[in-house]
Nanobody, 121 residues
Framework: QVQLVESGGGLVQAGGSLRLSCAAS????????MAWFRQAPGKDREFVAA???????YYADSVKGRFTISRDNAKNTVYLQMNSLKPEDTAVYYC???????????????WGQGTQVTVSS
């Protein structure tokens, strides 16, 4: 079983950068697909980015060119580097893990607690 702990959220000005981290506990971390989702007030949880165990990555159109997902299997940690942040990026960001890759929330078995990202203008 996998437990996920997120960190790195906070307040940042528009145009700035922020890096989120997700530390995973579990002996089979490298076998899992990892993803980031976000949820803004009044909206459904939205796919942001995913990293398959083989290293292939996927991004929502809204963040392509600005966000980068990466993973360090030796440290059991997944990152989301967010650049050129916009106020519409404001949301609670969640880390998720699954044995098979997916771009929908139902495809993921394990979730972090969420971390708030607020982008001000």
């Amino acid at each position: 079983q996998v437990q996920l702990v997120e960190s790195g959220g906070g307040l940042v000005q528009a145009g700035g950068s922020l890096r989120l981290s997700c530390a995973a506990s579990g002996r089979t971390f490298s076998s899992y697909a990892m993803a980031w989702f976000r949820q803004a007030p009044g909206k459904d949880r939205e796919f942001v980015a995913a990293s398959w165990s083989g290293g292939r990555t996927y991004y929502a159109d809204s963040v392509k060119g600005r966000f980068t997902i990466s993973r360090d299997n030796a440290k059991n940690t997944v990152y989301l580097q967010m650049n050129s942040l916009k106020p519409e990026d404001t949301a609670v960001y969640y880390c998720a893990a699954a044995m098979g890759g997916s771009v929908i929330a139902k495809g993921y078995n394990y979730w972090g607690q969420g971390t708030q990202v607020t982008v001000s203008s």
